[in-house]
């Protein structure tokens, strides 16, 4: 089964760039897309189809992915962007699924 | 404005069967491309995806879970349901159900999520 696989924890300091890994056996050919959770509220869809963003979603947070890695990139870091940040891909293998990454807890310093 | 919201028992013993309702107001499972899916999460871990339903009432599970799992959707009531059988503790999570949006079959995601129930499997 497809694997993703991201950091448990990303540090920074407020006004710096943060980024945070997905990895996966060929990413760069699937479309991912990345999940905003804040404590006690259901995931926010903040990039989709490696890049975009949903109307709302500051242009701070931008996406790439190529190779065996995505990235998700947020610039000049907020507190407000203290959370944890999943990706998803749809693996489209003889048993087709949605698969997460195991998440990435994001600490503004 | 897509909304979606979960519905059913908060607390269910071993080895019931547990039914959840997603009931959703600004889109139609009807128009092509739409989705509804099911994602759960146990406390303090993460998101793990359960089931999907397409417009075209074609269905997807989560392969370690596709024994356990039924999917369905009635269009008239603006529902989808999702059925979990022989429910354990570690079933135990909040559950969500997502809007999947009008996008091809190999290329889902969730854009709009509800606010989840979250489920205690105890006697």
């Known amino acids: 089964s497809y694997v993703l696989t991201q950091p448990p924890s990303v540090s920074v300091a407020p006004g710096k760039t943060a980024r945070i890994t997905c990895g996966g056996n060929n990413i760069g050919s699937k479309s991912v897309h990345w999940y905003q959770q804040k404590p006690g509220q259901a995931p926010v869809l903040v990039i989709y189809y490696d890049s975009d963003r949903p109307s709302g979603i500051p242009e701070r947070f931008s996406g790439s992915n190529s190779g065996n890695t995505a990235t998700l990139t947020i610039s000049r870091v907020e507190a407000g962007d203290e959370a944890d940040y999943y990706c998803q891909v749809w693996d489209s293998s003889s048993d087709p699924r949605v698969v997460f990454g195991g998440g990435t807890k994001l600490t503004v310093l | 404005q897509i909304t979606l919201k979960e519905s059913g028992p908060t607390l269910v013993k071993p080895t019931q069967t547990l039914t959840l309702t997603c009931t959703f107001s600004?889109?139609?499972?009807?128009?092509?491309?739409?989705?509804v899916g099911w994602i759960r999460q146990p406390p303090g871990k993460a998101l793990e995806w359960l089931a999907l339903i397409y417009w075209d009432d074609d269905k997807r599970y989560s392969p370690s879970l596709k024994s356990r799992l039924t999917i369905t959707k009635d269009t008239s009531k603006n529902q989808v349901v999702l059925t979990m059988t022989n429910m354990d503790p570690v079933d135990t999570a909040t559950y969500y159900c997502?809007?999947?949006?009008?996008?091809?079959?190999?290329?889902?995601?969730?854009?709009?999520w509800g606010q989840g129930t979250l489920v205690t499997v105890s006697s």
């Open positions: 600004g889109f139609s499972l009807s128009t092509s491309g739409v989705g």
């Open positions: 997502a809007h999947n949006p009008r996008s091809p079959k190999g290329v889902t995601y969730f854009d709009y």
